[in-house]
């Protein structure tokens, strides 16, 4: 029986919601570009993993799992990061792949060297700048997007405000190099980054789980018509999440914990 088949005698009890957390750890599954067979010492790894984390019971009440299941997710893509630097195998891969909040995040096992490029300014496109990027007010691009777009408490009204690639992603631009990005987190991955050693880190900070990405590193994007890669430029430090089905990116705070303060003052 294959391991996505139900059981007839284990779904009786199971609580509301778990069906959609198991499809989308399945989904994050079909999304990574391994090696395989898997070698022995990735699964002894994997093993000594899940017997050092506590159980969670499946009596948890249903805000918390749904509340969590970008933690899980966000687990998921740390443990393969890590897995994949820690072993031979995964150091001889040429890249691993995966999605997390509509991002596309390239695992390399060489370190990414680079200074970061200034975030563009509203105004004439650049080759730094989104598809069809161009500045709008607050109110405008709500409009003209699908999605709810939220502005952080944190660092008050942005200075500019653009929508790129036909309402495909709201950006929000503050002094000092500070950028927010929101875009539809369900759909295939708009963003992509090159990353190497050090791996995202997972960061749980006033309220939200999210991913850290410590250094600078290529920032590009993902054409909707034929899936090229676009090249933009080297992105600083960046923190990425999902909230709502939403992908954000938040680049240029400085630090994680900061990040995640502001990440949590999206009202």
Same mark, same amino acid.
């Given at each position: 029986?294959?391991?996505?088949?139900?059981?007839?005698?284990?779904?009786?009890?199971?609580?509301?919601?778990?069906?959609?957390?198991?499809?989308?750890?399945?989904?994050?599954?079909?999304?990574?570009?391994?090696?395989?067979?898997?070698? /022995?010492? +990735? @699964? %002894?790894? =994997?093993? &000594?993993?899940? *017997?050092?984390?506590? #159980?969670? !019971?499946?009596? $948890?009440?249903?805000?918390?799992?749904?509340?969590?299941?970008? /933690?899980? +997710? @966000? %687990?998921? =893509?740390? &443990?393969?990061? *890590?897995?994949?630097? #820690?072993? !031979?195998?995964? $150091?001889?891969?040429?890249?691993?792949?995966?999605?997390?909040?509509?991002?596309?995040?390239?695992?390399?096992?060489?370190?990414?060297?680079?200074?970061?490029?200034?975030?563009?300014?509203?105004?004439?496109?650049?080759?730094?700048?989104?598809?069809?990027?161009?500045?709008?007010?607050?109110?405008?691009?709500?409009?003209?997007?699908?999605?709810?777009?939220?502005?952080?408490?944190?660092?008050?009204?942005?200075?500019?405000?653009?929508?790129?690639?036909?309402?495909?992603?709201?950006?929000?631009?503050?002094?000092?190099?500070?950028?927010?990005?929101?875009?539809?987190?369900?759909?295939?991955?708009?963003?992509?980054?090159?990353?190497?050693?050090?791996?995202?880190?997972?960061?749980?900070?006033?309220?939200?789980?999210?991913?850290?990405?410590?250094?600078?590193?290529?920032?590009?994007?993902?054409?909707?018509?034929?899936?090229?890669?676009?090249?933009?430029?080297?992105?600083?430090?960046?923190?990425?999440?999902?909230?709502?089905?939403?992908?954000?990116?938040?680049?240029?705070?400085?630090?994680?914990?900061?990040?995640?303060?502001?990440?949590?003052?999206?009202?």
């Amino acid at each position: 029986m294959s391991s996505r088949e139900p059981h007839d005698d284990d779904r009786g009890d199971e609580p509301v919601g778990f069906g959609d957390l198991e499809a989308e750890l399945f989904a994050l599954g079909d999304s990574l570009d391994v090696p395989a067979p898997p070698p /022995a010492d +990735v @699964a %002894a790894a =994997v093993r &000594a993993r899940l *017997a050092d984390s506590p #159980a969670s !019971p499946v009596t $948890r009440p249903l805000r918390r799992r749904r509340g969590r299941r970008w /933690a899980v +997710v @966000a %687990a998921v =893509v740390i &443990a393969v990061a *890590a897995l994949t630097a #820690a072993t !031979p195998q995964g $150091r001889a891969a040429v890249a691993q792949i995966l999605r997390y909040a509509g991002i596309e995040l390239r695992l390399g096992a060489t370190p990414v060297t680079g200074a970061p490029t200034p975030t563009p300014a509203a105004g004439a496109p650049t080759t730094t700048s989104l598809p069809g990027e161009h500045a709008v007010t607050l109110a405008q691009a709500r409009a003209m997007v699908r999605f709810p777009v939220r502005t952080p408490a944190a660092l008050g009204a942005p200075d500019t405000v653009t929508v790129a690639d036909g309402g495909r992603v709201v950006s929000m631009l503050w002094p000092g190099g500070l950028r927010l990005d929101q875009f539809d987190g369900t759909i295939s991955p708009y963003l992509w980054k090159q990353l190497g050693p050090p791996f995202p880190e997972e960061v749980h900070a006033a309220g939200v789980d999210a991913l850290w990405i410590g250094g600078a590193h290529p920032l590009g994007y993902i054409k909707r018509e034929d899936g090229t890669s676009v090249p933009l430029r080297q992105a600083a430090p960046t923190l990425i999440w999902a909230s709502g089905g939403v992908g954000h990116r938040l680049e240029g705070a400085g630090d994680k914990n900061r990040a995640a303060r502001i990440a949590a003052s999206l009202r």
